[in-house]
């Protein structure tokens, strides 16, 4: 209960220290950086090194990229037919290929399954959206728009440079070769790790922000509505049903597809002029609308898992 109250707590810090204009407007980027090249390195290695890897782990990495590669061919269809414009194609393809597995993610799983449940979502999180987001991602960002394209070279580059990827590949290093880390170490990466929730949450509240008269409302539902609802119907469909798989890893890996849009999704949508408008609105209101439909896909993971 207290994680669960945690979360409501740290939004509504974000939201009101960038109401009431206690911080600057683009604050919420100091904690991303620090969540980026500190906090999550840090979780990556408290955890990484000490999971057991084997073929339980392939069907959450392959969750992300099933989403991306689902939402390009339905919504590049769907733009097709309905005649919309480049721009706001390429970033629905983008905000709804990809979920908040960490920002969000790791402390919606933290309070409902404690910390064993963070393993799975760093899986989840690392090689599967993150590698996705890096090159599927940016390959759409650049298909769908009109800034200069970004080579091959540079794709590969933005993946080796991403702090949290480097310490996944370290971590990885450290659990084959089966290293040992000092105790002591290993308290560092503990809290430096554990400021991801709150600086995530708080982080993501500063950045709540809704305009009920935008343009974008119609594309927002069409989104949402298979960000939050068809996709995680069909890895239900497909691990539960299909696949037939149990247990804690496919019920939180349910629980994962069905979470709200990726921040760092749409920032890659917006520094590539892919209606930057849209994916503030889309961010926002998928955070929200994701607190009334996570409840329903985790009942329905706990009662079939």
Not at 206 to 223: A, C
Not at 256 to 265: F, G, S, V
Not at 266 to 284: F, H, K, T
């Amino acid at each position: 209960m207290a994680s669960i109250l945690l979360i409501f707590i740290c939004l509504l810090v974000g939201y009101l220290l960038k109401r009431y204009e206690f911080v600057e407007a683009y604050s919420f980027r100091s904690f991303n950086t620090l969540i980026i090249y500190v906090a999550l390195p840090a979780l990556t290695l408290q955890y990484i090194p000490n999971i057991e890897i084997n073929t339980d782990l392939i069907l959450p990495i392959l969750m992300p990229w099933l989403n991306i590669l689902l939402s390009w061919m339905l919504f590049a269809y769907i733009g097709r037919k309905l005649g919309w414009g480049r721009a706001i194609t390429g970033a629905i393809i983008l905000l709804t290929g990809f979920g908040n597995t960490s920002f969000v993610g790791i402390p919606i799983i933290q309070a409902l399954y404690g910390k064993a449940g963070i393993e799975t979502v760093i899986m989840i999180d690392q090689p599967g959206g993150f590698v996705a987001l890096s090159t599927l991602g940016i390959l759409i960002a650049n298909i769908y728009s009109d800034k200069q394209q970004l080579t091959a070279s540079g794709i590969f580059k933005n993946i080796l440079m991403f702090p949290p990827f480097i310490a996944f590949v370290l971590g990885f290093v450290l659990n084959v070769t089966q290293v040992n880390i000092p105790a002591e170490i290993n308290t560092i990466f503990s809290t430096l790790g554990a400021l991801v929730v709150p600086l995530a949450l708080i982080s993501v509240g500063m950045q709540l922000r809704l305009d009920f008269k935008s343009i974008y409302w119609k594309y927002i539902w069409i989104g949402l509505g298979f960000k939050l609802l068809l996709f995680p119907a069909i890895i239900f469909v497909l691990y539960f049903l299909i696949f037939q798989q149990s247990g804690q890893v496919i019920q939180i890996t349910l629980i994962e597809a069905a979470m709200a849009p990726m921040i760092t999704a749409g920032i890659v949508a917006s520094n590539y002029d892919l209606e930057p408008r849209y994916c503030s609105l889309m961010l926002s209101v998928g955070l929200l609308a994701s607190f009334l439909t996570l409840p329903l896909w985790y009942g329905v993971a706990m009662f079939f898992g």
